[in-house]
């Protein structure tokens, strides 16, 4: 079946330093591929997606691109602030019905 | 404001005493559904429901139910709650797209705690 796997976590930078989450994944077809982000005591909001290989999906600073070679869809960017802290899910979707999602990757930013 | 709308926020109750979390949408969405989070296992799909009268089983559907009568409301329900269904509750919502090529808005959550 389809699964995602991300680097576990927390993973603890200072402010302005370079962030990478490392995602990858495991699907039958073309899924399409996303990353969500959960602030403390909320729920999920969409960050970021791309629907098909190369696409780059980007906001906020954050960036991902599909990489269908090497089945990955790491988030990247280049300076983190402190109001980044959250965690952090990899998705995917093969199908209308659902989101397979990671199992998150809590990111801490201090001053 | 476009919002899905759980409640309660934070529940305990105790073994076997029947429950309902309520889940509502403003969007006018056709997929609703149901995740609940568990530390280390991430989201998991519990239910879903493509449109009106129209669900089907997730990842983990065992000691849940969920019914959709109205398009804007899709209630999970645990007849008999056991301690292991003790988690935090999302529910979610898209527009005809479905969960591949839209983004799915979620509630803030409902804290469960089975005693």
């Known amino acids: 079946g389809d699964s995602v796997t991300q680097m576990e976590g927390p993973v603890t930078l200072s402010e302005e330093a370079f962030l990478t989450i490392n995602c990858t994944y495991t699907?039958?077809?073309?899924?399409?591929l996303f990353w969500y982000v959960q602030y403390p005591g909320e729920g999920l909001q969409l960050l970021l997606k791309?629907?098909?290989?190369?696409d780059k999906g980007s906001n906020k600073g954050f960036e991902a691109t599909y990489r269908k070679e090497t089945t990955s869809f790491h988030l990247e960017k280049g300076s983190v602030q402190v109001s980044d802290s959250a965690v952090y899910f990899c998705?995917?979707?093969?199908?209308?019905?659902?989101?397979?999602f990671g199992k998150g990757t809590m990111l801490l930013v201090s001053p | 404001e476009a919002q899905v709308t759980q409640n309660p926020r934070y529940l305990i109750t105790v073994t076997g005493k029947k429950l309902t979390v309520t889940c509502s949408q403003n969007?006018?969405?056709?997929?609703m559904s149901w995740y609940r989070q568990d530390p280390g296992l991430g989201l998991r799909q519990i239910y879903y429901?493509?449109?009106?009268?129209?669900?089907d089983k997730g990842d983990v559907p065992e000691g849940y139910k969920v019914s959709r009568k109205e398009k804007r409301n899709f209630p999970l329900i645990l007849e008999s709650p056991s301690p292991n269904q003790t988690s935090l509750y999302f529910c979610?919502?898209?527009?005809?797209?479905?969960?591949?090529?839209?983004?799915?808005?979620f509630g803030s959550g409902t804290q469960l705690s089975v005693l």
């Open positions: 998705a995917l979707s093969a199908g209308y019905s659902t989101l397979t």
């Open positions: 791309a629907t098909k290989a190369d």
């Open positions: 969007m006018n969405h056709e997929y």
């Open positions: 699907a039958t077809g073309y899924p399409s």
């Open positions: 979610a919502s898209t527009g005809r797209g479905g969960a591949t090529n839209e983004k799915l808005f």
């Open positions: 429901s493509m449109n009106v009268e129209v669900t």
